[in-house]
């Protein structure tokens, strides 16, 4: 007798564990957050089992542009029960190098006044795009006044590969 209600107990785990499915794998933008179930998906459990029981883990695969795979492993009581594969694609244009606008030259006759301006440029909601900046400053001792020499380096991320300058 204790055998056979042993085996229905366990026949019952077991059940949940099946009835758990994983929602289909999916590709979505970049733009979009690849750990909201609104947007990927939820997973489907039996009544018995509450949605707060179930828990994810994301192993994501992204380039610097979030652009790759991201794998979610759905576990229920720590044991994982299914998975799901996150495809993230850039529909938008690529980045645009020549909507870069560097800043003018400009004379300022009170130091106080001068303020650095930045440089701008128009780009998509998943592009990585950063700036450095090098400033070198040369007096003039006899006229009272310097001269700055900013160089301003504009880098994509998303294709900039340190191997290949």
């Not at 495809?87 to 938008?92: C, D, G, H, L, M």
């Given at each position: 007798?204790?055998?056979a209600i042993l085996f229905a107990i366990l026949l019952i785990a077991f059940n949940c564990y099946t009835q758990i499915s994983c929602p289909d794998n999916i590709t979505i933008n970049c733009d979009q957050d690849y750990t909201d179930s609104a947007i990927t998906g939820a997973v489907i459990l039996p009544d018995s089992?509450?949605?707060?029981?179930?828990?994810?883990?994301?192993?994501?695969?992204?380039?610097?542009?979030?652009?790759g795979t991201v794998e979610a492993n759905f576990y229920f009581e720590e044991v994982l029960t299914c998975t799901q594969i996150i495809?993230?694609?850039?529909?938008?244009p690529p980045f645009d190098p020549t909507t870069i606008v560097v800043p003018n030259d400009t004379i300022y006759n009170d130091c106080a006044l001068w303020e650095a301006e930045l440089p701008t440029w128009t780009g998509g909601?998943?592009?990585?795009?950063?700036?450095?900046?090098d400033v070198d400053t040369f007096d003039f001792v006899n006229e009272s006044s310097f001269k700055l020499l900013r160089r301003i380096t504009v880098i994509d991320w998303c294709l900039y590969d340190a191997t290949d300058g």
């Open positions: 007798m204790k055998n089992i509450d949605q707060e029981a179930v828990t994810v883990v994301y192993t994501p695969d992204l380039d610097a542009c979030s652009v495809t993230i694609e850039n529909p938008f909601p998943c592009d990585f795009i950063g700036y450095t900046e």
